[in-house]
């Protein structure tokens, strides 16, 4: 079963910020983040593994609940280059090697 | 390095006809996997394999088939093609589970008609 992602799109003005969040029915092992352009193949961005770790990459941060099993993606004084559609995959606890993304967040930064 | 690399690019096929997608990695990686990417629907797995000659069902395997013989390559293989299995296929892969980045290829777009 898929993770639920939310909001399914969200438009910004550069230096906005934003958080995207990832929901799931299965106790987690690890939570990944990847980004995608247009036409392009999905780019890893972080992995938060059970712990209710918290995690940066420049700008980007996420953070990972594991009571609750949800994750949360958090941009930063976003800037155009944030733009493309932002998936969570998840490994659910006990079912190792299967990754099941999110069906994406539309993330689109204006001047 | 290459990383992952998959052939073709883009395909045409007509309903009813047969195809394999393949998927070469250079990264000594254990895990390979085969997603579909559809509107709306995100990455959705369709087969996957955690090592040479092992195989094993995704989300969506149906019409679907895959081989590993060599650690390196994964091969999808559609049987009788059928116009819901337009898509865009992504391989990728992985050196293990719990901690590691999927490395993805650059997709294959294909269309039945």
């Known amino acids: 079963q898929q993770p639920v992602q939310s909001p399914q799109a969200v438009i910004l003005r550069e230096g906005e910020d934003a958080v995207i969040n990832c929901s799931s029915s299965?106790?987690?092992?690890?939570v990944h983040w990847y980004r995608q352009k247009h036409g392009e193949a999905p780019v890893f961005l972080m992995i938060?593994?059970?712990?209710?770790e918290q995690k940066g990459h420049e700008k980007i941060s996420a953070s990972f609940n594991e009571k609750k099993q949800q994750s949360s993606l958090y941009l930063t004084a976003s800037q155009l280059s944030y733009s493309g559609t932002y998936f969570c995959?998840?490994?659910?606890?006990?079912?190792?090697?299967?990754?099941?993304f999110g069906t994406g967040t539309r993330l689109q930064v204006t001047l | 390095n290459a990383g992952v690399t998959q052939t073709p690019k883009f395909r045409v096929l007509k309903t009813g006809q047969s195809m394999t997608l393949l998927c070469a990695q250079d990264?000594?990686?254990?895990?390979m996997y085969w997603y579909r990417q559809d509107p709306g629907m995100g990455l959705r797995l369709i087969h996957y394999?955690?090592?040479?000659?092992?195989?094993a069902k995704g989300e969506v395997p149906d019409g679907y088939n895959v081989s590993r013989l060599k650690k390196q390559n994964f091969l999808l293989g559609l049987e009788s093609a059928a116009p819901s299995q337009t898509s865009v296929y992504f391989c990728?892969?992985?050196?293990?589970?719990?901690?590691?980045?999927?490395?993805f290829g650059n997709g294959t777009r294909l269309t039945v008609t």
């Open positions: 394999s955690v090592g040479e000659g092992t195989t």
């Open positions: 990264m000594n990686h254990e895990y």
């Open positions: 299965k106790a987690l092992y690890s």
């Open positions: 995959g998840t490994e659910p606890t006990g079912t190792a090697s299967k990754l099941t």
């Open positions: 990728a892969s992985s050196y293990r589970t719990g901690g590691p980045p999927l490395h």
């Open positions: 938060l593994l059970k712990g209710g």
